[in-house]
């Protein structure tokens, strides 16, 4: 079972549950497999370790074994991300984005949209460099008056929201890439490599954030494969 928990203003969190269905082919709500016949039992462990969806009906060919057993070749991206995934609105200002980002140990979140897409990352760089630009500010009031004109004009270019307090979304970096769930876990790892990134979304086939797959995580597929 996967988890997406999205912190939103305010301190307001929306859970969403899926699980991936042998019959649709994709990742279902867990409200879809509840009603289905083919269910035998769902559990929910508050923890999140033990959840877990039965089905009485058998996994397609192939599918079985790469989900099963990461250290397969064949081994799909959901055999090894993480399933519990924590994510923010664009909404979500950046104090409250570091304390999300500290409370739940994580170097980094999806930024999403209403559908639970994403179209961000943000990241403790993000919060740094933002922190940075802040220390700037505080600088600029030792440049002579007729320079920091032009010092605002160049900063209010680069932020949607230099008037008010500043958002997720004003200091994401802007995330087209992500992989679906079912892509290998090789060429993913291709990609993460092609790309310079440490970390993308796994999504389902609506485009919805299922799970996270991090280059520490192919680095552990790698060497379990290699002491294998």
Avoid: K
């Avoid at 016949?37 to 599918?63: K, L, W």
């Avoid at 220390?135 to 932020?159: K, Q, S």
């Amino acid at each position: 079972m996967r988890e997406q928990r999205i912190v939103g203003p305010g301190g307001a969190e929306e859970v969403h549950h899926t699980v991936w269905c042998t019959v649709e082919g994709g990742s279902v709500g867990v409200g879809t497999c509840r009603s289905c016949t083919r269910r035998e039992r769902v559990t929910f462990d508050p923890t999140g370790r033990r959840s877990e969806v039965v089905c009485a009906m058998p996994p397609p060919p192939g599918r079985e074994a790469r989900e099963g057993d990461a250290l397969q070749m064949g081994a799909c991206v959901s055999a090894l991300m993480t399933r519990r995934v924590i994510c923010v609105r664009t909404t979500l200002p950046v104090r409250a984005v570091l304390m999300v980002l500290v409370e739940h140990g994580i170097s980094g979140a999806p930024v999403v949209d209403a559908a639970g897409r994403p179209v961000g990352m943000v990241s403790i760089t993000d919060l740094l460099r933002e922190q940075y630009d802040q220390i700037e500010d505080e600088e600029d009031e030792l440049l002579p008056f007729f320079a920091r004109e032009a010092v605002e004009r160049n900063r209010v270019g680069r932020r949607s929201n230099p008037e008010g307090a500043l958002t997720a979304g004003d200091i994401m970096t802007p995330s087209v890439f992500s992989v679906r769930e079912e892509a290998l876990v090789a060429d993913a790892a291709v990609e993460m490599a092609h790309r310079a990134v440490h970390r993308v979304p796994v999504v389902s086939r609506d485009g919805a954030v299922v799970g996270m797959v991090s280059a520490l995580d192919v680095m552990r597929w790698m060497a379990a494969r290699l002491s294998r």
